[in-house]
Each structure stands twice: as C-alpha cells, then as structure tokens.
C-alpha cells in the first residue's frame, strides 16, 4: 500500500503516513487519485478512544506555555463534537462505527531529551516505550501524541511533512500514535491561516500553537479510521485527512482577525476539514453536514 500525500519509512521498517506541509503541493492543498475511500478490512478504533499526551522536550509541567494550553484545551474539548463526528461515518467490521467519542487526554513529559535533541523516525517509540515505562498506560486502543518542543530538531519537518501517525509494538501491545512536532513561529508551510491568506496571525496567538491542533485533527481522525493502515483509504492511498489536507469549509474572523472554522471550549480553532463517509463522500466541517 502507498499513501497518496506521502510515505515515510522509519528506521524500524514500519509505514509512516504524513501531513505534507501546503507548499508541496502544486494545486495548494488538492490531492491526486481517485477521492473513493474504500473499506480494506482492517480495524478501527471503537468506543472510547484514550488521548495519551508526551510533551519532549522544554515543557513546563507547572506553568504550560502558551501552545502546550491550546492543544491540551483542544484536546479536552474534541470529544463528541460535529467536527470529530465526521468520523463515525466510518466502521470497522467488528468494531462497529467510530463513535467520536475520546477520554480525557493524560499527559506526560519527557523534559530530560531522552533521546537528545536531534530525532529520526525511530526515536518516537523509544520515547513512547520510555513514558509507558515511567508510568503511562499502555493502551491498544488508544492514540499517543508525541509533541516535541521548538528546540527539538526533527529530520524532515516542514520540508517533508507537518506531522505523520502510524504504529509500533511495544511489550507486545500494539501502539497507535503520531508524531506532531511544535514549529514554534517559523513554519508557515504548515499553518492554515498562511495558506488561506497569508497571514500569522492565528486564533489564538501562538502559530505553534494553532498549527498543531490542526495537525491534531488530521492525524487524530485518520488514526481512529485507519489505525494499522489497513482500513479506510482511496486507491491511491489517501487517507480521510488526507482528501480535506488544507481545505477549511467555512470560515469565520476571530476576534484578533485571524481565520477560524470551529469554537470549541472557551477557543476558536482553524481546524481542517475531515472527508464524510458518504456517496458521494465530501470535505465536511461538521456531521450531520450540508454539502
């Protein structure tokens, strides 16, 4: 199988799908191949789905800075929501539909760098393997966030891709997680407010910040529909992030006069659109949605 928006192969052999940052796409965030998602048989993830949270690096476990708050704001606030909602248009065979529902995200920190400061592809398990060691549940049925701080030098971010998820085993658990590094203020080929209009300013004050809730939302969805990559893709190997890769539907000004599609808690949000379930499927913003 290939991934239509980018296959990485890690160090450990495993397939990596990615988020590929706007400028490295001709059309500006189209997508080529056929737009047909397709059922292949493989799992989704059911139920409740549990948000586990490493932050790499310079984090502050007492005093969060400023993106480390919106994307644990973000992440408490998803579940349930018409946004997250498109993907319980999507069902595995045993599992039943994705119910959009997502527990309460648990957070851990890695603040020692115990894989330095300069990370490949299989750095990412070792500092999951080090969390669950250290106390984090290990969880087959859940998603692993592995957010680095801007200090953190990750090979290929931003030029290659904005954020990637795929799966590893670790004590024999099989372990769904992504990889959303922090760009700090200076990654604009990965921020949606740049891309729909060329601005910085973003919803809620932090680029790094806002950039990687939209991330979240596109891995997180693309993980609960296609978590060993062997359910819900195209012919072509997109995934339901995959087809909606910076396209946002509706918009609105936040009150900053940057752009945002979704409110969410007490925060707006520039989130991207998710692709419906549907014939013929669609970029939605929310499910139940109106084409």
Same mark, same amino acid.
């Given at each position: 199988?290939?991934?239509? $928006?980018?296959?990485?192969?890690?160090?450990?052999? %495993? +397939? &990596?799908? !990615?988020?590929?940052?706007? @400028?490295?796409?001709?059309?500006?965030?189209?997508?080529?191949?056929?737009?047909?998602?397709?059922?292949?048989?493989?799992? !989704?993830?059911?139920?409740?789905?549990?948000?586990?949270?490493?932050?790499?690096? #310079?984090?502050?476990?007492?005093?969060?800075?400023?993106?480390?708050? !919106?994307?644990?704001?973000?992440?408490?606030?998803?579940? %349930?929501?018409? +946004?997250?909602?498109?993907?319980?248009?999507?069902? =595995?065979?045993?599992? =039943?539909?994705?119910?959009?529902? $997502?527990?309460?995200?648990? &957070?851990?920190?890695?603040?020692?760098?115990?894989?330095?400061?300069?990370?490949?592809?299989?750095?990412?398990?070792?500092?999951? +393997?080090?969390?669950?060691?250290?106390?984090?549940?290990?969880?087959?049925?859940?998603?692993?966030?592995?957010?680095?701080?801007?200090?953190?030098?990750?090979?290929?971010?931003?030029?290659?891709?904005?954020?990637?998820?795929?799966?590893?085993?670790?004590?024999?658990?099989?372990?769904?997680?992504?990889? &959303?590094?922090?760009?700090?203020?200076?990654?604009?080929?990965? @921020?949606?407010?740049?891309?729909?209009?060329?601005?910085?300013?973003?919803?809620?004050?932090? &680029?790094?910040? @806002?950039?990687?809730?939209?991330? !979240?939302?596109? %891995?997180?969805?693309?993980?609960?529909? @296609?978590?060993?990559?062997?359910?819900?893709?195209?012919?072509?190997?997109?995934?339901?992030?995959? $087809?909606?890769?910076?396209?946002?539907?509706?918009?609105?000004?936040?009150?900053?006069?940057?752009?945002?599609?979704?409110?969410? =808690?007490?925060?707006?949000?520039?989130?991207?659109?998710?692709?419906?379930?549907?014939?013929?499927?669609?970029? #939605?913003?929310?499910?139940?949605?109106?084409?």
């Amino acid at each position: 199988m290939s991934i239509a $928006l980018g296959i990485l192969r890690g160090d450990n052999s %495993e +397939q &990596i799908s !990615i988020k590929l940052p706007f @400028d490295a796409h001709q059309d500006k965030g189209g997508h080529g191949g056929s737009t047909a998602i397709q059922y292949h048989g493989g799992p !989704i993830l059911g139920g409740t789905v549990g948000l586990y949270v490493i932050y790499y690096g #310079a984090f502050n476990a007492a005093h969060p800075i400023a993106a480390q708050s !919106i994307v644990n704001d973000f992440l408490s606030s998803l579940s %349930e929501t018409p +946004q997250f909602d498109v993907n319980t248009t999507y069902y =595995g065979t045993s599992q =039943g539909n994705v119910t959009g529902s $997502l527990g309460v995200p648990t &957070i851990a920190y890695d603040a020692a760098y115990s894989q330095g400061t300069s990370l490949g592809s299989s750095s990412i398990p070792k500092i999951i +393997q080090t969390a669950i060691t250290n106390g984090l549940k290990a969880d087959s049925t859940g998603v692993y966030f592995v957010i680095t701080s801007p200090d953190v030098k990750v090979s290929g971010f931003c030029r290659s891709f904005c954020a990637y998820h795929t799966r590893t085993t670790i004590s024999g658990i099989d372990i769904k997680y992504a990889l &959303i590094p922090d760009p700090g203020q200076a990654c604009n080929g990965c @921020d949606g407010n740049f891309f729909l209009s060329g601005k910085t300013t973003t919803p809620n004050g932090d &680029i790094g910040g @806002d950039e990687m809730t939209d991330s !979240i939302m596109h %891995e997180l969805s693309e993980t609960v529909t @296609d978590p060993d990559l062997n359910a819900w893709y195209t012919s072509s190997g997109a995934e339901n992030g995959d $087809l909606c890769n910076f396209n946002y539907g509706t918009t609105y000004v936040a009150a900053n006069g940057s752009t945002a599609n979704a409110h969410l =808690g007490s925060r707006d949000y520039l989130i991207q659109t998710i692709w419906e379930n549907a014939s013929p499927g669609f970029c #939605a913003n929310t499910y139940p949605a109106n084409k």
